[in-house]
C-alpha cells in the first residue's frame, strides 16, 4: 500500500532562514507521481509541483527548489531566504499510476511558520 | 479563467439531516475527485469521476455518502442521516488527464466545512 510520511508536524523560523520540508514515500510501483500542495490559512490547497518516478532531476523555482531521491524514497522541498507569505501547511502527495486509480495519498502535512 | 468553485463554504446541520454540497470544475477538466480533510490531517481521497463516470470510491465512502456527475460537468455530494463524525471539510479537486491516463495534476477548490451538531 501507497504511504506518505512527514515526520515534521511543525517548523517555526525567523524570517530570511532557509527551510527544508521532509517526504519520504512508500510505493509497490514503479511508475508514480509525487507532488507538493500548499495550505494557506485560507484553506485552499494550491498546487506547487508534480515529478514522475523517472524523473529524478532538481528542480528550482524562484525562492523554492525540490530534491528527489528514489534510492532513499523521499522529495524534500527547501525554501531559501523564507519570508512570512511562506507560512502555511504544506502537503507531501503521491499518486501510483496502476489502473487508473489517480487518487492522492497525502502526508499529514507540515505546519512551517514564518516569524518576522 | 475561474478555478475549482465549492458551494456552500460552511455548514451547520443537525445529527441525523441530509446534506448536499455542489462541486464546479475548472471547465475542460475531465476528471473530478473528492477528498475529506479533517483536523490536524491531510486530505483523505473518497472518490472520482471521469467525464460522468464514477470510477473508483474509497472505503472511506459509507453508503450513506452518494455522489454524482450526471453531465460530466458539476458533481455533487450527499450525506445522508449525517453523524457528528462526518464534520470535516470537504474538498473537490479537478484534472485534465493527459496521454498516460495517471498522474494528473489535480486543483483544488476552496472546500466546504460541515460541522454536524
Known amino acids: 500500500a501507497q504511504k506518505v510520511t512527514q515526520a515534521q508536524t511543525e517548523i517555526s523560523v525567523v524570517e530570511k532562514e532557509d527551510v527544508t520540508l521532509d517526504c519520504v514515500y512508500e510505493t509497490r510501483d514503479t511508475t508514480y507521481y509525487l507532488f507538493w500542495y500548499k495550505q494557506p490559512p485560507s484553506g485552499e490547497l494550491v498546487f506547487l509541483i508534480r515529478?514522475?518516478?523517472?524523473?529524478?532531476q532538481n528542480e528550482i523555482s524562484g525562492r523554492y527548489s525540490w530534491n528527489f531521491q528514489k534510492s532513499t524514497s523521499s522529495f524534500n522541498f527547501t525554501i531559501t531566504a523564507s519570508q512570512v507569505v511562506d507560512s502555511a501547511v504544506y502537503f507531501c502527495?503521491?499518486?501510483?499510476?496502476?489502473?487508473?486509480?489517480?487518487?492522492?495519498?497525502f502526508g499529514k502535512g507540515t505546519h512551517l511558520i514564518i516569524q518576522p | 479563467d475561474t478555478g475549482v468553485s465549492q458551494d456552500p463554504r460552511h455548514k451547520i446541520t443537525k445529527r441525523g439531516q441530509n446534506v448536499t454540497f455542489r462541486c464546479d470544475p475548472i471547465?475542460?477538466?475531465?476528471?473530478l475527485y473528492w477528498y475529506r480533510q479533517t483536523l490536524g490531517q491531510g486530505p483523505e481521497f473518497l472518490t472520482y469521476f471521469q467525464n460522468e463516470a464514477q470510477l473508483e470510491k474509497s472505503r472511506l465512502l459509507s453508503d450513506r455518502f452518494s455522489a454524482e456527475r450526471p453531465k460530466g460537468s458539476f458533481s455533487t455530494l450527499e450525506i445522508q442521516r449525517t453523524e457528528q463524525g462526518d464534520s470535516a471539510m470537504y474538498l473537490c479537486?479537478?484534472?485534465?488527464?493527459?496521454?498516460?491516463?495517471?498522474?494528473?495534476?489535480?486543483?483544488f477548490g476552496p472546500g466546504t466545512r460541515l460541522t454536524v451538531l
Open positions: 502527495a503521491l499518486s501510483e499510476s496502476g489502473g487508473g486509480a489517480d487518487g492522492l495519498t
Open positions: 515529478r514522475n518516478s523517472f524523473d529524478e
Open positions: 471547465s475542460e477538466h475531465n476528471r
Open positions: 479537486a479537478s484534472s485534465l488527464t493527459g496521454p498516460r491516463n495517471a498522474g494528473d495534476t489535480q486543483y
